[in-house]
């Protein structure tokens, strides 16, 4: 079963509550598995669409108030209609179409985000994209939706504790360099001060065993993926 409620939506998430005005950014990776998108929308004060993402937009669950980008991949289309978004041109080769949204969320007083459509197909984008959470630290509140996975940032020394269902993964990556001194209790591998990171433990594919999953990062900011089913983790979103 899901932990994920799709009557009070994203904003009900249990690693990523909302806490202030949420903007969920569609970018122009692979379409995300039916119903995340809906899902991530449920909640949000603002719908940001990178480029040509999501083109044409009636076919998303709504129409996003703002597409941004420099639309390199959105010439010689349509961009105008009475009624749609507003779009923004940001000729800056310094930012990715992700980062510009995200910097547009900020300038308009945005304290969270939802990157959605934001892994695959190219690498070096993925990862640039997850490099985000670190790169806003501080500013802005990033949860990445995977196909798969959502993933979220915990400061040095920051612990949560999650109500997640027994048999749920979840995975633990460093952000910056190594996290020593991570905790890990109510999973199958727990952790009590151990290292995470490239010469430390591998914490992928850990599983919930019992409510709550505590985790408290070590003095690095850890990147915590979970998937979103525990036996097959995109059925929640199917039609």
Known sequence: MSFYDH????????????????????????????????????????????????????????????????FDSLAGRVLGGRGGPTFLRVDDQETTDSEKALLYALDQGYEEAV???????????????????????GRLRIALAGQYADGVRLAAGETVSWTLDPGIRFSLLPLIGTSAGVTVEGAEFPLLGGDVGPAGLAAISNTVTFDPLLIRAGDGPLLVLVDREGSDPGASFEE
Not at 18 to 43: N, T
Not at 122 to 132: C, P
Request: aromatic share 10%.
């Open 115 to 137: 990157l959605v459509g934001a892994v695959g197909w190219r690498l070096d984008h993925t990862l640039y994209n997850a490099s985000l959470l670190e790169r806003f630290a």
């Open 7 to 70: 009557e009070t939506g994203g904003a009900a998430c249990p690693i990523f509550p909302k806490k202030g005005r949420r903007a969920v950014v569609l970018c122009d990776g692979p379409p995300p598995p039916p119903g995340v998108l809906e899902y991530w929308l449920g909640g949000a004060d603002l719908f940001i669409c990178t480029d040509a993402a999501g083109h044409p937009y009636d076919q998303l669950p709504a129409v996003p108030q703002v597409v941004i980008g420099d």
